[in-house]
């Protein structure tokens, strides 16, 4: 099984950071930057995980217009995300998506991120620190239990 990240992750990296260290663990997976790739295509991938901080709640706005247009009918899903505060309810727009596009959806992690997008920027942000180590070893974790490394065969 083949699997790619479809990720954002643009202001401090935060996600970034638990997306590199899932493909640390397992090096076949392919990322896709949404903010700079020319890839027109997820067809070749069984699964797909998609990684953002959240904005105002949701999940970046290109990366969802991506994932409408270019997410392959009846793959495996998965969600990874940071934000200033933990609350239920940030995958809801993606699994939407997902769910319209008779995906399977296989869980998500979301974890703290040092945020200073819109007013936190005023007070110097929320989040310092974040994701700590731990945090990324538990998106690791997270991977890991889906068992997809053990089925790539990249």
Known sequence: MRTAIVYYSEHHGNTWRLVEAIHDFDTNIRLVDTAETKITSLDAYDCVGVASGIY??????????????????????????????????????????????????????????????GPFKLVGGLQKGHPTEEEIVGAVEFYKGLGLETMNDE
């Open 56 to 117: 105002y709640g949701k999940f970046n706005a290109d990366l969802m217009a991506y994932l409408r247009e270019r997410l392959p009918e009846g793959r495996k899903v998965f969600a990874l995300y940071t934000c200033g505060n933990m609350m239920k309810g940030y995958t809801k727009e993606l699994q939407v998506v997902a769910a319209e596009k008779n995906c399977s959806w296989l869980g998500e992690y979301g974890c703290l991120g040092f945020d200073t997008f």
